[in-house]
């Protein structure tokens, strides 16, 4: 029988900062409301919290930290009402996650309970980064956007969040399974050591003589979907470098990366942000909003859908799924995967 599964938690993450993650969470927020949707966003931006500047709230009377240092009990408690009319807001604190330093189980129990909030749709806005915090948070949604311009340093980290939550995943996978940490730990090393230099060579060296551990990472792979947002695109060439991730992901993780949508470079965004005035941006329905509002609607068609393996374990070994980039997307000088 097949899972059924709304997808309500969503994390928004790309490692690099300042490439409009917050905004893209707020302007998604936004668009899903003005669907009839009851949306929660969560700043779980523990170092640099500002979620709620963007808001319009600058003195926030109770924040995350208020809940894990246990002086509000109920993480419901922690929502405050916005002026967008359908959102509700949990403002981060600064690095308190970080210094409670919280077990894997108890991250597990907060995000359960982040699922758990009376709302259609649960956004949390990831820091920069590649924290195990941020990676663990994406890694247990089952919305998992990543954000990136058409910069390389921001195609550089967009993959390398992607590569490491993968890595982590897998990790926690075979936490008990010394060899395997140790195989992966090794992955990329010299491949005159015979060591593997990506996902399908892993497989291949496990297929045969250890069935077990590779019906694992299959599964682990199957079920890690990816969508992908470039922001502040300004003409094609830019939307068109999503394809350079997708290609990268493909050939040395075996992922198959969707592309969610691109958002344009929006001037109505910043006079938005520095009047730290949402309601600019759902009053002017500029093209950033325009694209964000396609973006929502195709989220809330993929929540609907049962939530089942993603590829299979014939694509992750055939590297033929995605068609070879064409000369518009190969940019040369990408030598950092
Ligand atoms: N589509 C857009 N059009 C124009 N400007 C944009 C767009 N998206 C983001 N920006 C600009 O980028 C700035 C950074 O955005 P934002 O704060 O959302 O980034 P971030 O990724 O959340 O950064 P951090 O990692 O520091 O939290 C904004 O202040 C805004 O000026
Ligand atoms: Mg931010």
Redesign the pocket.
């Known amino acids: 029988m097949q899972e059924i599964s709304r997808i309500k938690l969503w994390s928004i993450g790309?490692g690099?900062?300042?490439?409009?993650?917050?905004?893209?969470t707020l302007g998604l927020g936004i668009c899903l409301s003005r669907l009839g949707k009851k949306v929660i966003l969560i700043d779980a931006?523990l170092g640099?919290a500002?979620l709620h500047t963007?808001m319009g709230v600058h003195y926030p009377p109770v924040t995350l930290e208020d809940f894990l240092l246990k002086k509000v009990e109920r993480l419901e408690d922690l929502i405050i009402p916005t002026e967008v009319e359908g959102i509700g807001l949990i403002c981060g604190a600064d690095d308190v996650l970080g210094a409670a330093n919280p077990t894997f189980a108890q991250k597990i129990r907060l995000l359960k309970q982040m699922e758990g909030l009376n709302a259609h749709f649960v956004l949390l806005?990831l820091?920069?980064g590649t924290s195990f915090n941020f990676l663990d948070f994406f890694n247990y949604s089952p919305g998992k956007i990543i954000?990136a311009t058409n910069q390389a340093t921001a195609l550089q980290n967009a993959y390398g969040f992607i590569k490491s939550a993968l890595y982590r995943q897998l990790s926690r996978q075979f936490s008990r399974n010394g060899e395997m940490l140790e195989l992966l730990f090794q992955m990329g090393g010299k491949p005159e050591d015979g060591l593997p230099q990506s996902i399908r060579e892993l497989l291949t060296s496990l297929r045969d003589d250890f069935p077990e551990e590779y019906a694992q990472v299959v599964r682990v792979m199957a079920y890690m979907r990816v969508w992908l947002v470039v922001?502040?695109v300004k003409n094609t060439r830019d939307g068109n470098c999503a394809r350079i991730i997708q290609e990268v992901c493909r050939d040395f993780l075996s992922l198959k990366i969707d592309i969610l949508g691109h958002?344009?470079?929006?001037?109505a965004?910043?006079a938005a942000?520095n009047n730290t005035n949402p309601l600019l941006l759902t009053q002017k329905r500029g093209i950033?909003m325009a694209a964000l509002q396609g973006i929502a609607a195709k989220i809330m068609k993929e929540s609907r859908l049962p939530r089942t393996a993603w590829v299979t374990e014939e694509e992750l070994m055939d590297q033929k799924e995605l068609p070879a980039p064409s000369e518009e997307v190969a940019y040369p000088g990408y030598y950092f995967w």
């Open positions: 790309g690099k900062g300042g490439i409009g993650k917050s905004i893209f931006d640099g500002n963007l806005d820091g920069a954000l922001n502040m958002l344009p470079y929006d001037a965004v910043e942000i950033a």
